[in-house]
């Protein structure tokens, strides 16, 4: 028997390519081959009309039915689909968009699904739809390690069509742990109401009062129907009075003593990585004159030999008389990162006046054993002068 030659095959191809409507690769592995009819008529059975638009899509019963219980159900039953499904007259589904239906198509076909920040809430609900336990299970890996401050405002907000309990939990989660970082992004003026209900309402958040009611004044800004808006959010905020913060305090214990000035000035090696979100600040005087006092606060990070500013504020505190008390300040997280080095400053601008016996701490040390596995502590001034009581921490 003779065999063709290549010139007569390569005619067979380019015959075969042109009667089909797409042209296939055909030495490719099994899962790029099933992918290839991914919403492709060639061979298609099944139809579709997705989403408010319409779109035309196609499938292949016998890979759907195998995959998903419902489409099995559906198309082999006596629902109307199983009979009158046909290119004219297609099965609609108009609660997905054909951007979604195809990542389910595609995880049907070949296990394959292209899951990120902006479709992760759709394709959940797509996936419990159609039963399809595996891509649940991707769902639910990412809604617990990939959920991060650049994408939580994304998918928190478009929850509010389905309210997922575990995706609220877990955005709400990340949110309260930097809330400083959500309100400075563009996507947090964007949230429906339902959305800033939830985060106002959360009983924990590392940020004071007064911070998340400025936020909130910026969201009320922006979005219309200001009145009405403005007087359901009092409500909330009424509601909602004894928030606590969503770290610990790392306080510290030492002899006190009064200096005529006081500089803090505190080295960290980092010896696990840590999360710092604040400190208190303490503040007394047993002198009478004074009323206030401006403070500079600095958190400094060392790369390549030089300190360079985490964060940096200038603060001007109540001095209360023959009272000690702490001046708590609050920040976006910053990561103390596993060999890291770095500082924190706390000292009186320089135009203010020496104080006279103003209350320090010898120095900063932390209430028991356990922090000193995160780090290690040194003082950058001559003096081991202290005004922290206490950092606010969460372990990594």
């Known amino acids: 028997m003779l065999l063709p030659n290549e010139t007569s095959i390569r005619n067979l191809l380019s015959l075969g390519s042109s009667m089909a409507d797409t042209a296939f690769s055909f030495d490719v592995p099994l899962g790029d081959r099933l992918e290839q ?3 492709s008529e060639y061979g298609a059975d099944v139809f579709f009309k997705v989403g408010e638009a319409g779109e035309l899509m196609f499938a292949h019963k016998i890979i759907i039915t195998t995959a998903s ?22 099965i609609a589904i108009k609660d997905i968009n054909s951007t979604i239906f195809l990542e389910i198509l595609r995880f049907m076909y070949c296990e394959k699904v292209n899951l990120n920040g902006d479709n992760l809430v759709e394709v959940n609900y797509a996936a419990k739809k159609y039963l399809l336990s595996k891509l649940v299970d991707i769902c639910d890996k990412f809604i617990q390690d990939k959920i ?8 928190f907000n478009d929850n509010r069509r389905y309210e997922f309990v575990d995706i609220n939990t877990i955005c709400l989660q990340v949110i309260c742990d930097n809330p400083l970082e959500c309100f400075d992004q563009k996507l947090f003026l964007a949230l429906e109401l339902g959305s800033l209900k939830l985060i106002v309402d959360s009983p924990e958040m590392n940020c004071h009062d007064d911070q998340l009611v400025r936020a ?8 219309s129907n200001r009145q009405r808006i403005s007087k359901e959010f009092s409500q909330v905020m009424k509601g909602r009075n004894c928030r606590e913060l969503h770290c610990q305090k ?4 030492s002899k006190f003593s009064y200096s005529d000035t006081v500089v803090t000035d505190i080295t ?8 710092l979100y604040g400190f208190g600040i303490l503040i007394g005087t047993e002198s009478t004159d004074i009323q206030s006092l401006k403070l500079n606060v600095e958190v400094k990070v060392e790369f390549d030999d030089e300190w360079e500013n985490c964060f940096s504020t200038e603060v001007v505190v109540p001095v209360k008389q023959e009272e000690v008390y702490v001046y708590e300040v609050v920040f976006k997280k910053i990561i103390m990162e596993e060999h890291g080095m770095y500082r924190i400053v706390v000292k009186m601008e320089d135009d203010e006046e020496p104080l006279s016996e103003m209350f320090h701490l010898e120095f900063f040390e932390p209430a028991g ?6 780090m290690e502590l040194s003082y950058t001034d001559e003096e081991d002068q202290n005004c922290l009581s206490y950092l606010l921490v969460n372990k990594k």
């Open 37 to 39: 009819l991914v919403n």
């Open 69 to 90: 219980e419902v489409f099995y159900a559906q198309l082999n039953g006596k629902f109307e689909e199983a009979t009158k499904n046909t290119r004219t007259d297609p």
């Open 148 to 155: 991060k401050e650049e994408n939580v405002l994304k998918i």
């Open 216 to 223: 909130c004044e910026r969201w009320l800004k922006t979005n």
């Open 250 to 253: 790392l306080h510290a214990f």
């Open 268 to 275: 960290i090696e980092v010896s696990k990585p840590f999360n």
């Open 369 to 374: 054993t356990a922090w000193k596995n995160w």
